[in-house]
């Protein structure tokens, strides 16, 4: 069966995070995605956080799959004709270098053009243009200038940062849409175009309610779905807001049966309002269907504590996934917390290739993530992330060069 993007090659110039999540989703998607690297080292990853000596980390593997490797010094003057042939035969060139990084290796926008017009520049940058955009950033700096610190963690602790990479793999996210945008684009103009995300706007964007909770608390003055009402104080600024639901239907975490030994017995759980009376009935408070305290969302608002309390009562006498069992029974949203080794184990998440495990020449077989986006005319097959340079012969010969020009470009260094 063909790939959607069949035919699209793609320079893959990036490293660490952001950038390679974003080529390895064109490279599930069909595309060619060629990885320049430096010739000794490549993608700082390949040795962060190794489990196995030597053998490329699984940060490395889990990011760069489906793609091919070559090493080419870009700094080198024959490195650097390489580079310029590649241009001229890819679609898109990827990159997430510190700012300026391209332009001083003397790819600026205007010498690309010039090399190939139809070329779709795509970057990851830690900001936008202003006053930080020649700085240097990693996911965490994302969060935190994102608004996602300030609004994560509880009321009366620091600002906290999330598990889910939404800096660096939101961002790839966000310019891997960008890119097919403008190869979509590219088919009615037949140029090429630049594609920027910012991280900060990248989280910004996955923090959309929290801007629109700023505005409503300058209004009003007050947020009543958050836990800090009715009590509690509001100030200027959107607060922490623990694990408030972020919309209309209040929910919480609760404790289930085993929660003093297992930090992940707990369950998510969401009043919504249509479900009330049967919440009601599961709890056995079947009074409080009709009770004027808590018979509407609006008179429940100033008892979430109490309500969530009495429902914990119930949910602690099972477990998480007794408690789920009973509860989609009714239609009542709720999700127990999955700990990573549960998702790991999850037989449904390997059946629909979401969990897949690979297997590596120098590691074995590993579990990775697969492809989050399914399409029923492109399937994704997860291959195998690339040794460093594994496919420079094979690269090089497909742009024309013969086994004793690259054997010479070899030995000056320039790949
Ligand atoms: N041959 C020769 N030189 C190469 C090369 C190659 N194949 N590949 C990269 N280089 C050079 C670059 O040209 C650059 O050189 P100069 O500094 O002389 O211009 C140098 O390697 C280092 O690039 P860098 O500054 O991007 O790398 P860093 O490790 O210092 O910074 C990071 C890493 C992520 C902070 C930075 O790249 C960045 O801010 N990127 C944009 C935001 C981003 O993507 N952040 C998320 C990363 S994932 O958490």
């Known amino acids: 069966m063909s ?37 000794g080292a490549g993608d700082i990853t390949r040795e962060q956080l190794r489990d196995i000596p030597d053998v490329d980390s699984l940060y490395f593997t889990m990011l760069n799959h489906n793609k091919r490797s070559v090493t080419i010094d870009t700094k080198n003057p024959e490195g650097k004709q390489v580079l310029e042939a590649l241009i001229q035969t890819c679609d898109v060139l990827v990159e997430n270098f510190a700012p300026g990084a391209l332009d001083r290796m003397g790819f600026t926008w205007e010498r690309i053009q010039e090399l190939n017009p139809r070329m779709i520049v795509a970057s990851v940058k830690g900001f936008g243009p202003g006053p930080y955009e020649d700085c240097k950033v990693y996911e965490n700096v ?44 590219r088919t009615h103009t037949g140029r090429g175009q630049r594609v ?16 629109r909770d700023q505005q409503r608390l300058e209004r009003t003055g007050v947020m009543k779905e958050y836990p800090q009402y009715p009590n509690g104080e509001f100030g200027e600024a959107v607060p922490r807001a623990g694990n408030a639901s972020g919309g209309g239907q209040p929910g919480w975490i609760l404790k289930c049966k085993g929660w003093e030994t297992d930090p992940n017995a707990y369950i998510y759980f969401i009043t919504q309002a249509p479900v009330w009376a049967k919440i009601c009935n599961v709890i056995g408070k079947e009074e409080w269907a009709t009770h004027p ?22 949910t602690m006498t099972k477990t998480k996934f007794e408690a789920m069992q009973i509860l989609n029974k009714y239609d009542i949203p709720c999700g127990p917390i999955l700990s990573m080794k549960e998702i790991a184990e999850e037989p449904s998440l390997r059946k629909t290739g979401t969990i897949v495990e690979v297997d590596h020449p120098t590691r074995g077989k590993y579990l990775t993530v697969g492809n989050p986006i399914k399409l029923s005319d492109s399937p994704t097959e997860v291959t195998r992330s690339p040794l460093l340079g594994e496919h420079t012969d094979e690269v090089m010969a497909e742009l024309g060069y013969s086994t004793e020009q690259i054997s010479a470009l070899r030995t000056a260094g320039a790949i």
């Open 3 to 39: 790939k959607a993007l069949d035919g699209v090659r793609i320079l893959d110039f990036t490293h660490v995070q952001s950038g390679p999540t974003c080529t390895q989703l064109l490279a599930w998607f069909g595309a060619d995605v060629i990885k320049v690297e430096r010739a």
């Open 142 to 185: 994302a969060q935190c200038v994102g608004g996602a610190a300030s609004t994560t963690g509880f009321d009366d602790g620091p600002p906290v940062v999330t598990g889910a990479q939404i800096g660096d793999s939101g961002t790839g996210l966000h310019l891997a849409l960008g890119i097919v945008t403008a190869l979509y684009q």
């Open 196 to 211: 920027l995300a910012a991280m900060q706007d990248g989280v910004l964007n996955l923090c959309r309610v929290k801007l």
């Open 293 to 314: 305290d808590y018979a509407t969302p609006a008179a429940r608002l100033p008892h979430l504590k109490d309500i969530f309390a009495e429902i914990e009562r119930w």
